[in-house]
């Protein structure tokens, strides 16, 4: 009887392990930028992010009226983001100062 209970238990956790890592959000430290892993793939601008380098230095209201491409993220320091990595969305990155201070792809 207890080695059935152990037997549940095991798969049970099991199974909830195999399900938590489906989704990871990692907060990003203040004042540090998020990189692309390493493992994406580099190449061609495919978020439009080297169109928008005009923004870098800029306050962040630089961005109010822009019609910015649906998944665009706006990341400010600290604040938690997802792993995961998508050529075509855009990361625009804010700084403490309120301030753009980066654009890239990912």
Do not use: W
Request: aromatic share 2%; net charge positive; glycine share 12%.
């Amino acid at each position: 009887m207890r080695a059935k209970a152990l037997a549940r238990l095991a798969v049970g956790l099991t199974l909830v392990s195999l399900s938590s890592g489906c989704f990871l959000v990692v907060p990003v430290p203040l004042g540090t930028a998020v990189v692309p892993p390493a493992t994406a793939p580099s190449g061609p601008d495919n978020c439009g992010a080297a169109g928008l380098k005009d923004l870098i230095g800029q306050p962040k209201s630089a961005l109010d009226g822009r019609d910015l491409a649906a998944g665009t993220r706006v990341l400010h320091p600290g604040q938690p983001v997802t792993m995961e990595y998508s050529a075509t969305r855009l990361n625009i990155l804010i700084n403490r100062k309120g301030r753009i201070s980066s654009l890239n792809c990912g």
